[in-house]
């Protein structure tokens, strides 16, 4: 009876059966460390599974006691801890991002330059273009954008596409400019700006929505593509501990996409998709509402993603006062705030939590009075924890906002160390205050979901928990940490990776803890992340990662740990 419960069980959830064991698990000689609803530090010497799910933890001969019967693997004393989620991330541009041309971590433009050169040489010929992403001329120190000209050095025979870290900012060449008919006259669209000569002819870099001026000619990817993308992120980020991730941004074809590997049983991360905008994919997508919980658990789909802004290094982040190191820019605001409401009108209306992208002081303003006013239509949308993408830049008077408005804090602990470099010369000793300023958050009882904004930044999660607790490079630069009063500690920043995680996607009652009942996502690392060196937490090492009780990821040079 107990077997066809469960077979029934698999085929109403249209999820392949291997999802889930079909015995039950003791995970025995574990360093065990989970936090509890209340978001107090418990610890266990190993972990009972059962369906998929945890049934109990604690010492090592309770756990025996209550299953003898149980298969047992030897955790070798290895440190266990809940799996990792990921508040903000991009799966498919994850995916996409190891099939292009990677540029992430150059040092100079000839260097980028360089790796373009050999891509180009390397590819088939008859490719029509080369894509690719993760410029940052901060780091090049160009003390300006990189140009067309500059790329016609690499590839001049093909159109070029590059977008810079950020996502926020395209570099093309001559030719890729040519195809997209783009020219002096064209003008610069609603949110977004082509950079230009002083003659007024476009150099070479678009940010924000002018970005599609190029991307528009750009040919789609095939169906396989997609496919060989989604299973390649998917496979990433198993490997660096990753059990769930909140997709912010997502179309009809990825929808599908998703439904079809979480029907074949080949998802192995939970994904909580927010619908990119509340156009014609919103339409399509949510036509019979919110998806909760299909493929037992696997996929969400009940939230939007919306922008009020662009981003910091490209200087598209809608501030309040001109850029300080830019006095004739402000950034770029994508709508006006009557566009932005409409959009919260119909998502919140039908059911969708709204995520919205805002960097700037200006961009996180906009969001909080246009929450603001659609509270004060219908209060109840309160209840759909609403959240505000990165929050990076925020006004100090506007930070106790986000605890009036019980929004979500939605923040990426490597964007403060990425951004070190630059943040303060963009906006200031006074307006860096209210950046990256996860205590201020954190004080007033704000939920801060931890995320990293991946291929922004890397997907390892264990480089976000370093930067959350440290505020320092994997160097220890700089020396005791930038604006170290803002910095989490351990329980805070895991808090943030897990519990507050689940909690910002309505799931904390099924993930985010091992506590028994909910879903068996853990994993085992190489070192204890509560004994460590604070700078030796980025360096963790994730041996095998497990969603439902199911080891989805073992690390090949860990010979004999499961």
Same mark, same amino acid.
């Given at each position: 009876m107990? /077997?066809?419960?469960?077979?029934?069980?698999?085929?109403?959830?249209?999820? =392949?059966?291997?999802?889930?064991?079909?015995?039950?698990?003791?995970?025995?000689?574990?360093?065990?460390?989970?936090?509890?609803?209340?978001?107090r530090?418990?610890?266990?010497q190993?972990?009972?599974?059962?369906?998929?799910? $945890?049934?109990?933890?604690?010492?090592?001969? #309770?756990?025996?006691?209550?299953?003898?019967?149980?298969?047992?693997?030897?955790?070798?004393?290895?440190?266990?801890?809940?799996?990792?989620?990921?508040?903000?991330?991009?799966?498919?541009? +994850?995916? $996409?991002?190891?099939?292009?041309?990677?540029?992430?971590?150059?040092?100079?433009?000839?260097?980028?330059? #360089?790796?373009?050169?050999?891509?180009?040489?390397?590819?088939?010929?008859?490719?029509?273009?080369?894509?690719?992403?993760?410029?940052?001329?901060?780091?090049?120190? /160009?003390g300006?954008?990189?140009?067309?000209?500059?790329?016609?050095?690499?590839?001049?025979?093909?159109?070029?596409?590059m977008?810079?870290?950020?996502g926020?900012?395209?570099?093309?060449?001559?030719?890729?400019?040519?195809?997209a008919?783009i020219?002096?006259?064209?003008?610069?669209?609603?949110?977004?700006?082509?950079?230009?000569?002083?003659?007024?002819?476009?150099?070479?870099?678009?940010?924000?929505?002018?970005?599609?001026?190029?991307? &528009?000619? =750009?040919?789609?990817?095939s169906?396989?593509?997609?496919?060989q993308?989604?299973?390649?992120?998917?496979d990433?980020?198993?490997?660096?501990?990753l059990?769930? $991730?909140?997709?912010?941004?997502?179309?009809n074809?990825?929808?599908?996409?998703?439904?079809?590997?979480?029907?074949?049983?080949? /998802?192995?991360?939970? =994904?909580y998709?927010?619908?990119?905008?509340?156009?014609?994919?919103?339409?399509?997508?949510?036509?019979?509402?919110?998806?909760?919980?299909?493929?037992?658990?696997?996929?969400?789909?009940?939230?939007?993603?919306?922008?009020?802004?662009?981003?910091?290094?490209?200087?598209? #982040?809608?501030?309040?006062?001109?850029?300080?190191?830019?006095?004739?820019?402000?950034?770029? +605001?994508?709508?006006?705030?009557?566009?932005?409401?409409?959009?919260?009108?119909?998502?919140?209306?039908?059911?969708?939590?709204?995520?919205?992208?805002?960097?700037?002081d200006?961009?996180?303003?906009?969001?909080?009075?246009?929450?603001?006013?659609?509270?004060?239509?219908?209060?109840?949308?309160?209840?759909?924890?609403?959240?505000?993408?990165?929050a990076?830049v925020v006004?100090?008077?506007? =930070?106790? &906002?986000?605890?009036?408005?019980?929004?979500?804090?939605?923040?990426?602990?490597?964007?403060?160390?990425?951004d070190?470099?630059?943040?303060?010369?963009r $906006?200031?000793?006074?307006?860096?205050?209210?950046?990256?300023?996860?205590?201020?958050? +954190?004080?007033?009882?704000?939920?801060?979901?931890?995320?990293s904004?991946?291929?922004?930044?890397?997907?390892?999660?264990?480089?976000?928990?370093?930067?959350?607790?440290?505020?320092?490079?994997?160097?220890?630069?700089?020396?005791?940490?930038?604006h170290?009063?803002?910095?989490m500690?351990?329980?805070?920043?895991? &808090?943030?990776?897990?519990?507050?995680?689940?909690?910002?996607a309505h799931?904390?009652?099924?993930?985010?803890? /091992?506590?028994?009942?909910?879903?068996?996502?853990?994993?085992?690392?190489?070192?204890?992340?509560?004994?460590?060196?604070? +700078?030796?937490?980025?360096?963790?090492?994730?041996?095998?990662?497990?969603?439902a009780?199911?080891?989805?990821?073992? &690390?090949?040079?860990?010979?004999?740990?499961?």
């Open positions: 107990r /077997l066809m419960s469960r077979i029934l069980c698999a085929l109403s959830c249209l999820c =392949i059966a291997p999802a889930l064991w079909a015995d039950t698990l003791l995970l025995d000689k574990v360093n065990g460390y989970t936090l509890d609803s209340t978001g530090l418990q610890r266990f190993a972990l009972l599974v059962e369906d998929g799910k $945890v049934l109990a933890s604690g010492s090592r001969d #309770a756990m025996k006691a209550k299953a003898a019967d149980a298969r047992v693997v030897d955790g070798a004393g290895h440190t266990l801890l809940p799996g990792l989620i990921d508040a903000h991330g991009h799966v498919m541009g +994850l995916g $996409v991002a190891k099939l292009q041309v990677d540029l992430v971590g150059t040092e100079s433009l000839q260097a980028a330059l #360089a790796r373009i050169r050999s891509a180009a040489t390397a590819a088939p010929k008859g490719k029509e273009w080369m894509l690719g992403r993760g410029w940052n001329q901060v780091i090049w120190k /160009l300006r954008f990189p140009t067309a000209a500059d790329m016609d050095k690499a590839v001049s025979d093909r159109p070029v596409w977008e810079r870290v950020d926020h900012a395209g570099w093309a060449n001559s030719a890729a400019i040519t195809q008919g020219d002096r006259d064209t003008k610069d669209p609603t949110g977004g700006r082509i950079e230009r000569d002083a003659q007024g002819n476009p150099t070479g870099v678009f940010i924000d929505s002018a970005m599609e001026l190029i991307s &528009r000619r =750009i040919p789609p990817m169906d396989a593509q997609n496919r993308a989604l299973t390649a992120a998917l990433e980020m198993a490997s660096v501990g059990t769930g $991730v909140h997709d912010a941004g997502i179309d074809a990825t929808f599908d996409l998703y439904r079809k590997f979480a029907d074949d049983g080949k /998802l192995s991360a939970r =994904i998709a927010m619908i990119g905008g509340t156009g014609k994919d919103f339409d399509a997508i949510s036509r019979n509402g919110p998806l909760l919980g299909y493929g037992h658990d696997m996929l969400t789909v009940r939230s939007v993603k919306l922008y009020a802004d662009g981003a910091l290094g490209s200087r598209g #982040a809608a501030m309040l006062a001109p850029y300080s190191d830019d006095a004739k820019n402000s950034g770029l +605001l994508f709508s006006t705030p009557e566009e932005l409401g409409s959009m919260f009108d119909k998502a919140l209306g039908k059911g969708y939590q709204v995520c919205i992208h805002a960097i700037g200006k961009g996180n303003r906009e969001a909080l009075d246009v929450f603001a006013a659609a509270y004060r239509k219908d209060d109840g949308y309160r209840a759909l924890r609403n959240r505000i993408e990165h990076q006004a100090l008077d506007d =930070i106790p &906002r986000f605890k009036e408005l019980d929004l979500i804090a939605s923040m990426q602990p490597t964007h403060a160390t990425s070190m470099n630059m943040a303060e010369d $906006v200031g000793t006074e307006r860096i205050k209210g950046a990256y300023a996860w205590q201020r958050f +954190l004080k007033q009882g704000t939920h801060v979901a931890g995320g904004d991946f291929p922004v930044e890397l997907s390892n999660p264990f480089l976000g928990l370093h930067a959350a607790v440290t505020r320092q490079d994997l160097l220890g630069k700089p020396p005791g940490g930038w170290a009063d803002q910095r500690s351990r329980i805070e920043a895991l &808090r943030a990776f897990t519990l507050d995680a689940a909690y910002a799931q904390e009652k099924t993930l985010g803890t /091992l506590e028994p009942g909910k879903w068996a996502d853990f994993i085992l690392v190489d070192q204890d992340y509560f004994e460590i060196e604070p +700078l030796q937490i980025g360096r963790t090492q994730v041996l095998s990662t497990w969603v009780g199911k080891q989805v990821y073992q &690390r090949a040079t860990s010979a004999g740990v499961p």
